[in-house]
């Protein structure tokens, strides 16, 4: 029983001295992999898609800005937009503060107006 005791003893401290013999070098490569594809890439992916949203905006396109107001584009401007926003009243704003279009979900099909 004791040669079995002193021969794991023995072993476990004779130094293997391989590059993979610490599981920190193989664990902390694996995590900065799955924080890239988890993390960042998706948030990259995002502000690059946004960023095409935005190149692509159209005149009669409705959007939402960072604010949550509605309202259709009326005039694209070299750094600006005018927003139409209801009655006549045009705002102007920021490209930055534009979030989203809304062109395609304000059309669904099944909205038909109720006649009286």
Not at 51 to 73: A, C, P, R, S, Y
């Amino acid at each position: 029983m004791t040669l079995l005791f002193e021969t794991v003893f023995a072993q476990a401290a004779a130094p293997s001295g391989g590059l993979f013999s610490n599981p920190m070098t193989i664990a902390f490569p694996l995590i900065l992999v799955v924080m890239y594809f988890f993390m960042i890439r998706p948030q990259q992916k995002k502000a690059k898609d946004q960023q095409n949203f935005k190149d692509t905006i159209e005149k009669g396109m409705k959007v939402v800005t960072i604010g949550g107001l509605h309202g259709k584009i009326a005039e694209i401007k070299d750094k600006t937009f005018l927003i139409e926003v209801g009655n006549g009243l045009k705002m102007e704003f920021e490209k930055s503060s534009i979030s989203m279009d809304l062109t395609k979900s304000v059309q669904a099909p099944d909205e038909t107006p109720v006649k009286k």
